[in-house]
């Protein structure tokens, strides 16, 4: 559909569906992804909600009926520059100086991490 836009939360389901797909027939990117088996990442998306992101070995998967723990990696970010990054429309290569310049916000998160991210949303 012409003019259609998906609702933030509908983006972020579309690449965690992505991610799980790539996880099937992908053996290296299932085993990048086994490193963080159990791990949650917290996605405050700034006057909008807080996504938290499951990590398996089974697949990645997402909920806003959690609260964030302080040994979740967190992510802060504006609602238009998280659609953007999910959209493709910024260059993963920017991340970190997104980091760096603040309107990215971290904790918890190193460059393994980031270079995580880079390739996750630029998959």
Not at 98 to 104: A, E
Request: charged share 35%.
């Amino acid at each position: 559909m012409d003019g259609f836009k998906l609702s933030f939360n509908e983006t972020l389901q579309e690449n965690i569906d992505e991610v799980n797909k790539k996880m099937k027939t992908d053996s290296a990117f299932r085993e990048v992804l086994k490193q963080y088996d159990g791990k949650r990442v917290a996605v405050n998306i700034v006057r909008d909600a807080t996504y938290i992101v499951i990590i398996s070995s089974e697949g990645v998967s997402m909920t806003t009926s959690e609260k964030p723990s302080p040994e979740d990696m967190y992510i802060e970010i504006d609602k238009e520059m998280a659609e953007k990054l999910l959209n493709r429309e910024i260059d993963p290569l920017k991340i970190l100086s997104m980091v760096l310049f603040g309107k990215i916000k971290i904790r918890n998160i190193g460059t393994e991490e980031i270079d995580l991210v880079r390739r996750l949303v630029g998959a």
